[in-house]
């Protein structure tokens, strides 16, 4: 499989701390790939690198083999990565139905000429956009929201939301962080079902920030484990969760569970960075 | 009569610079304390052309919009390539309303602080009304477009308006000429229509009343604003307050609209979206 995307000793440190730590991974094309951490472990920091939301410290980033280090965002969207955010970032104050149209528009010429007088090329194009925006709506299953407000949404259909405007910007990759957040276990399911579905139908490469175990578990391969900005482990999911240094490093700090005594190397690594922080 | 005509001339006229601001702030979210110095620009270039180059009417009058869209330009693009941030725009505007005036203050052919006299008076109500209409409509076209709805995504959220592929400069700067150009426009009308025309016509307190118009007739709206600055003309005329009342009576309103409606006249909503949901509640009921 080819490498999508690529992320070479990527770093960034925010005054003296170091949010992500000489990271380099990739994401191949056509999976689903994971990424875990515990808080503050620079996932959405990766995610702010790749769109173009920060420059790296150092560090190459590479879609499809071609650097898009130092581009603007709308430029590395146009070259087909979008993203949704941890924190949901809608248009509130517009529909469901214009909130999926604004990034088709961006895609769809028009001259600025064709725009002020409105000419039936013009309307044209208001009348196909407005199809295939009502017809991501439908995949994401809210069309019956698409004259609503956005922020009159239900929080979990805001998610679905937010998805599908990041699917009319039609990426090769799709960055989710933390879809799932403050979904309960059936939601959880769904969505992940939701995920694999849009894998597949729009042919689009994943790379997904997650809490839930469970959903990670299930759809991504591979997952990419982070600590402290650092790349802790790669590997299928099954690996990852037998591997000792996740095992301390996130899952037995997040489920103080006693394993935090069974891997001495992970919290060695905790101190050595937290007094490097400060 | 006459008198009723020229008021209402005059407040359509305004109406054409308020919703040029409009699409600045009221859709793309940016604040500009000078927008009044691009309706000077407009009547200063238009009336200079009639005035000593005998230039037709129609010509000046664009030829007065595309000279503000060119100086907005000139403010546009060093400040507002800022990322997230509007202030950096918000103070150069600030700062050229008042160098504007004092360019026009020491020109010759502004004829200075005087002001230029005798402009022949051209302008008509049915003009003003043709230019009102067409700009109106361009404006909703605008808004209708991948430019209108970039601006909109931006004022919404601009991060999220870039992750949508919208292009934060060219947005903006988009936005800024085509409502200086409207400003323009009405510029050329006002300067034919009063025919008479002085520097401290297009200061900050201009300015302030366009903005306030504008946030009292509601963000994100065409007709709330068109509405607002059509009151803040007409009401005082009609009330036939002296003129060191007028001011207060201006602010009355302000303060009145604020208090019972925060959001302005029609904040984010269209006078037809009113109609719209009545009927449609009744038809539910
Ligand atoms: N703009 C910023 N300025 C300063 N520090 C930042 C900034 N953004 C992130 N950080 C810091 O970088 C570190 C990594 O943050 P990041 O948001 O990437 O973590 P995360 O893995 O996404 O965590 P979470 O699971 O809580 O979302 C944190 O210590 C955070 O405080
Ligand atoms: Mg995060």
């Known amino acids: 499989m080819a490498h999508l995307l690529e992320m070479e000793n990527l770093t ?44 790296p410290t150092t560090g190459a980033i590479l879609l499809e083999g071609a650097s898009i280090v130092g581009d ?51 309307r044209r194009v208001d009348r196909t956009v407005r199809a295939k925006a009502m017809s991501l709506l439908v995949a994401m299953g809210i069309e019956s929201y698409a004259d609503a407000k956005a922020s009159t949404l239900p929080y979990g259909l805001q998610r679905k939301l937010e998805i599908a405007r990041a699917l009319a910007a039609e990426p090769k990759l799709l960055l989710l962080d933390e879809p799932a957040a403050g979904m309960n276990p059936e939601e959880t399911r769904s969505l992940a079902d939701l995920i694999a579905r849009v894998h597949a139908d729009f042919n689009v490469s994943i790379l997904l ?3 839930h175990m469970d959903l ?63 | 009569m006459d008198y009723i005509l020229s008021v209402v001339t005059l407040a359509a006229i305004n109406m054409i610079a308020v919703l040029g601001l409009s699409i600045f702030t009221g859709f793309t979210g940016l604040f500009s304390f000078g927008h009044a110095a691009f309706v000077g620009v407009g009547a200063y270039a238009s009336a200079i052309l009639t005035y000593y180059y005998y230039v037709p009417f129609f010509i000046a009058l664009v030829a007065g919009a595309f000279a503000a869209a060119a100086v907005s330009l000139i403010i546009g693009v060093p400040t507002l390539r800022a990322k997230l941030r509007s202030d950096y725009f918000a103070i150069a505007i600030l700062g ?50 991948r430019y209108g709805v970039a601006c909109i995504a931006i004022r919404e959220d601009p991060v999220a308006a870039e992750m949508s592929g919208v292009g934060l400069f060219r947005t903006r700067l988009l936005s800024l000429v085509l409502s200086a150009f409207l400003c323009g426009l009405s510029g050329g009308l006002m300067a034919h229509f009063l025919s008479f025309i002085q520097p401290v016509m297009f200061t900050l307190v201009q300015s302030t009343q366009l903005l306030a118009a504008v946030i009292a007739g509601g963000m994100g709206s065409i007709t709330g604003p068109l509405f607002a600055s059509f009151l803040f003309i007409v009401l005082p005329e009609a009330l036939r307050v002296a003129n060191m009342w007028r001011l207060v009576a201006y602010g009355l309103m302000l303060v009145l609209i604020m208090i019972y409606r925060p959001q302005g006249i029609m904040g984010y909503q269209e006078l037809p979206d009113l109609f719209r949901r009545k009927i449609s509640r009744s038809g539910t009921k």
């Open chain 1, 12 to 55: 960034k440190d925010f005054g003296g701390i170091r949010a992500v730590d000489s990271l380099t991974c990739c994401v191949d094309e056509g999976s689903i790939t994971g990424i875990i951490g515990p808080n503050g472990a620079g996932k959405t920091t990766v995610f702010n690198l790749i769109t173009g939301v920060y420059r």
């Open chain 1, 72 to 122: 603007r965002p709308d430029v590395i969207v146009g070259k087909g990565v979008t993203r949704t955010f941890q924190n949901i970032r809608l248009f509130n104050r517009q529909t469901c139905l214009e909130n999926v149209m604004t990034p088709l528009l961006q895609r769809t010429p028009c001259s600025l000429f064709s725009a002020l007088l409105r000419t039936p090329h013009a």
């Open chain 1, 209 to 211: 920030i997650e809490h």
């Open chain 1, 216 to 278: 990670v578990m299930n759809i991504c391969s591979p997952v990419i484990v982070m600590n402290f900005g650092a790349l802790l482990a790669v590997g299928r999911p099954d690996e990852v969760r037998a591997d000792e240094r996740v095992i301390g490093a996130y899952l037995g700090r997040k489920k103080r569970d006693g394993n935090k005594a069974a891997a001495p190397e992970g919290a060695e690594g905790e101190d050595r960075h937290a007094g490097a922080r400060r």
């Open chain 2, 96 to 145: 050229f309303g008042e160098a504007f005036r004092v360019i026009l203050e020491n020109l010759e052919i502004t004829n200075g602080a005087r002001g230029l006299p005798g402009i022949d008076s051209f302008t008509t109500l049915p003009i003003v009304l043709v230019a009102l209409a067409f700009s109106v409509w361009i404006t909703r076209n605008f808004l209708k477009s």
